[in-house]
T-cell receptor, first 114, second 114 residues
Framework: AQSVTQPDIHITVSEGASLELRCNYS??????LFWYVQSPGQGLQLLLK??????LVQGIKGFEAEFKRSQSSFNLRKPSVHWSDAAEYFC????????????FGTGTRLQVTL | ETGVTQSPTHLIKTRGQQVTLRCSSQ?????VSWYQQALGQGPQFIFQ???????GRGNFPPRFSGLQFPNYSSELNVNALELDDSALYLC?????????????FGPGTRLTVL
C-alpha cells in the first residue's frame, strides 16, 4: 500500500530564514503529489501540485517543491519565511485508478519565531 | 463562486449515538470525498461519491455511510459512535474522475464523542 512520510513533526524557523519540509512516498508507480497547508481550525488549502513535466513546481505564497523520482521525495521549500506561514503542512499523494483518493502524511507543524 | 461549506461547525455526541454531517460542494463540482482527521494526524480517506454513487472507500467500517444528492451535496452518517470517532471531518469536492483532480476542502466539522 502507498504511504507518505513526513519525518519532521515540528520545525521552528526564524522569520526571514529559508524553509524546507521533507516528504517521502512509498509506491512503485509515479504518484501525483500535493502540498496542503492547514491553519488552526481551518480546512486544507492547496499550496502546489505535481502531475507531470517540470519537476520543480511553483505554488502560492512563494512556495515551491521539487519532485525527485530517484529519492521518492517531494520536498517543500520557501526562501524566506513570514510569520504568517506558521501552520500545519501536509504532503499528500494520489494515484490513477484509486478514485482520486488522497493519502496524507502525518504533517509538519511549522513555528516561526520573530 | 461558492466554496465548499460544511455543517455543523462543531458537534458533541455521546457514545452509541448517531450523527449526520453535511457538505455542500463547490459550484460546478460533481464529486465529493470525505476525510477523517484525528488530532495530530493527517486526514484519512473515508469514501468518495460521484454522481450519487459511492466510488471508492477507505478502511472504515460499514457504520460510516454516506449519500450524495442530485445537487451533488453530500452527507456523512456515522452510527454507533465510538470515542475514537472524535475527529475533524473534512469534505472535499472536485469535478469528474478522469485522472487525478484537484480537490477543494471545506473547513470541516469538529465531532467530539463523550
Amino acid at each position: 500500500a502507498q504511504s507518505v512520510t513526513q519525518p519532521d513533526i515540528h520545525i521552528t524557523v526564524s522569520e526571514g530564514a529559508s524553509l524546507e519540509l521533507r516528504c517521502n512516498y512509498s509506491y512503485g508507480a509515479t504518484p501525483y503529489l500535493f502540498w496542503y497547508v492547514q491553519s488552526p481550525g481551518q480546512g486544507l488549502q492547496l499550496l502546489l501540485k505535481y502531475f507531470s513535466g517540470d519537476t520543480l513546481v511553483q505554488g502560492i505564497k512563494g512556495f515551491e517543491a521539487e519532485f525527485k523520482r530517484s529519492q521518492s521525495s517531494f520536498n517543500l521549500r520557501k526562501p524566506s519565511v513570514h510569520w504568517s506561514d506558521a501552520a500545519e503542512y501536509f504532503c499528500a499523494v494520489a494515484f490513477t485508478g484509486t478514485a482520486s483518493k488522497l493519502t496524507f502524511g502525518t504533517g509538519t507543524r511549522l513555528q516561526v519565531t520573530l | 463562486e461558492t466554496g465548499v461549506t460544511q455543517s455543523p461547525t462543531h458537534l458533541i455526541k455521546t457514545r452509541g449515538q448517531q450523527v449526520t454531517l453535511r457538505c455542500s460542494s463547490q459550484s460546478g463540482h460533481n464529486t465529493v470525498s470525505w476525510y477523517q482527521q484525528a488530532l495530530g494526524q493527517g486526514p484519512q480517506f473515508i469514501f468518495q461519491y460521484y454522481r450519487e454513487e459511492e466510488n471508492g472507500r477507505g478502511n472504515f467500517p460499514p457504520r460510516f455511510s454516506g449519500l450524495q444528492f442530485p445537487n451533488y451535496s453530500s452527507e456523512l452518517n456515522v452510527n454507533a459512535l465510538e470515542l475514537d470517532d472524535s475527529a475533524l471531518y473534512l469534505c472535499a469536492s472536485s469535478f469528474g474522475l478522469a485522472g487525478v483532480r484537484e480537490q477543494f476542502f471545506g473547513p470541516g466539522t469538529r465531532l467530539t464523542v463523550l
